[in-house]
């Protein structure tokens, strides 16, 4: 589901906290209020144009993480709005358009979610990396970034992820 929090304007530089705290507002709002409700499910905190966290388009892109509520732990993105940091998160990627990032990150967020759902509790190879990092912004090659055609027959820009099967680790 899609819900939009008005209740009180975003701050312009949200902290972690700020961002945690959504989530668990998130949650609520969905009525997933025991732990076990949100084993399984993530909260994507997208924000707007110009509210962007510190660090956003310099030293990430996007990132998840999680917190621990009343409601058990809860995982969250934190999903900026990818287009402000133009080529820094993907735009015009691998010559995949100016909005490549925005599916690009969104992504491979996602994909570290489902594997790693609360950071550094699920899967991490050798060097502490998730499945994401592991393929992010190759441009040529195995694992280069590239269009998908969904079943929308609307085509996408991905990345791609690890796979130990095809890696024979």
Known sequence: GVWYDSAFAAPA??????????????ASHFGNTAAGSNANIQYVIATASGNNSTGFGSQYCAYHSSTSSTSGYVAYTNLPYI??????CGANFNNLGFNAGITIVSGH?????????????????????ENGDKCAWIRSGQGASAYVTLTDNNQYPVQSLWSNAFASA
């Open 13 to 26: 530089r949200p902290k972690q906290s700020d961002l945690a705290a959504e989530a668990v507002k998130a």
């Open 83 to 88: 287009t402000d940091a133009g080529g820094s």
């Open 109 to 129: 967020e996602m994909a570290e979610t489902i594997t790693d759902q609360f950071p550094n509790g699920g899967w991490l190879d050798g060097q502490g990396e």
